[in-house]
């Protein structure tokens, strides 16, 4: 079926159609689910040559991702956040290009796209303190939403975030609430804004307690399972231990537990955890009872979200930067209890 059988079949004209395919805001709610149902139930598919000739554009948007994280490429963080995005672009006809690059050409990377108009904009990842690609991608006049927050730039741009400063001070509240005093930490890579973000809200409720951070208990690095293994044996080899650990995520999350557990401690019990959790598609915190008590956001739904952004500036739906911070939940599962006595 094509854009004409499809408009005779509801009896509306081709532009009303298509723009209710499209997401734009003047057509009204119940025709753009009555044009949605009607394409599905006959499996219409926009013709995205066409609709390139028609509207200027690739219908194509760009992730770079450099070498040094080509990780994320295999990390169930990453894709769950480009299994959102897909999800948005297919609903409105745009394809997805990923690059890989070496880290010291990510910056000719994004000019290469601008210059030769492969794609209509781009989402960037994992934002760093000062971050130059958003003063590049400004100038360069390149469509792009950012992917968390970076700190110090003063270029204005379009970001979605989650409150990582609110999340993890919520995170170490709670734990102090609980009686705990001495505290590990086992974070992301702090140049990164998000992790910077993480640890002022574990440093700042410490603070606030009269707690001194030790500089000892305090690890950063790339989140993986053996990064949170290596690190909880030092702290709980140590001659003063931490009852209580915060994991930046539930990959390292799962090596602190190896490790309490590798000890004989009981988690909940003898050492309390606590982790973010991106509430993974295939790495879920337990089903119907959380394993781990944890600060929650979907980064699947992030991409989504992202995604919607992104092609509503590119389409002039939207022309000024738009910012949301989303707030993270606490969810209380097993890995958590009162500090266990001094003895």
Not at 114 to 128: E, M, N, S, Y
Not at 172 to 198: K, Q, S, W
Not at 299 to 308: F, I, L, M
């Amino acid at each position: 079926m094509n854009l004409r059988e499809l408009s005779d079949l509801l009896g509306l004209s081709q532009t009303t159609v298509s723009r209710a395919l499209n997401g734009y805001p003047e057509v009204r709610e119940a025709t753009r689910k009555r044009v949605a149902e009607a394409a599905k139930a006959h499996n219409y598919h926009p013709n995205t040559r066409a609709k390139s000739l028609a509207t200027g554009r690739t219908m194509s948007i760009g992730h770079v991702i450099p070498l040094s994280s080509q990780h994320e490429m295999v990390n169930c963080v990453f894709s769950d956040f480009i299994a959102g995005a897909g999800e948005s672009y297919a609903r409105r006809g745009y394809d997805m290009r990923v690059s890989v690059v070496d880290d010291a050409e990510e910056a000719e990377a994004y000019m290469r796209l601008a210059q030769t108009g492969k794609v209509d904009g781009v989402i960037v990842h994992g934002p760093r303190l000062d971050d130059e690609r958003i003063p590049l991608l400004h100038n360069l006049g390149l469509p792009f939403v950012v992917h968390g927050r970076s700190t110090n730039c003063e270029t204005p741009y379009s970001w979605l975030d989650v409150n990582n400063r609110s999340a993890f001070r919520r995170a170490t509240d709670f734990l102090l609430d609980l009686g705990h005093r001495r505290f590990g930490l086992v974070n992301g890579i702090e140049e990164m804004d998000f992790a910077h973000r993480r640890r002022d809200g574990y440093t700042s409720a410490l603070q606030d307690r009269g707690i001194v951070v030790d500089p000892a208990l305090t690890h950063a690095f790339e989140m993986t399972e053996p990064f949170g293994y290596a690190k909880t044996c030092e702290m709980l080899d140590g001659d003063a231990p931490p009852t209580a650990i915060i994991a930046s995520s539930l990959i390292p999350a799962l090596g602190v537990r190896r490790a309490v557990e590798e000890r004989g401690l009981v988690m909940g019990k003898d050492v309390s955890i606590i982790c973010f959790d991106d509430a993974l598609s295939y790495l879920p915190n337990g089903a119907g009872s959380p394993i781990f008590t944890a600060t929650r956001s979907s980064v699947r739904d992030a991409g989504r979200r992202c995604g919607e952004m992104l092609m509503d500036q590119i389409e002039g739906q939207t022309t000024d930067p738009v910012h949301e911070l989303w707030e993270a939940e606490l969810v209380v599962g097993g890995s958590t209890g009162p500090a266990p006595m001094a003895t």
